[in-house]
Structures are given as structure tokens and as C-alpha cells.
């Protein structure tokens, strides 16, 4: 008794992380090639965006001289 739709010989099609479609073997995880431009610019975009940390912590407060 086995579901044909619920059993999948291959492997598991995951749906696309961007529109949740279902994904091709084409451009797994994604459902096009679009999708996978998407995630890329997303990743860019963010990779680009992260701020830098600065060491705010290492300020004159460190040294309060007026007690
Ligand atoms: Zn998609």
C-alpha cells in the first residue's frame, strides 16, 4: 500500500526558499532560475549591508576622569 503522492522514488523535491513552489532538479533548491538569482542578490545584498562593528566600548568613558 503505497501512495504513489506521498513516495517519491528520487529525491525529495523541497519547495523553492524563495516563492515556495516546488523545486526542479534544474535549479534545485530553487523552482527557477530566477529564484536562485533572487537568493543570490539576497545573499550579496546582505553580505554588502553588514554593518561593521565598531569598538564603541573603547571610548573616554573607559576613563571617567570627572568623578
Ligand atoms: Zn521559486
Known sequence: MS????QKPER??????IC??????ADY????DRCAK????????E???IPVVETDDLDENDFPDEA
Open 29 to 32: 533548491p530553487f523552482c527557477s
Open 12 to 17: 525529495r523535491m523541497r519547495p523553492c526558499p
Open 20 to 25: 515556495s513552489k516546488l523545486s526542479t532538479p
Open 38 to 45: 533572487v537568493d543570490l542578490n539576497r545573499w550579496f545584498s
Open 3 to 6: 501512495d504513489p503522492t506521498s
Open 47 to 49: 553580505g554588502y549591508s
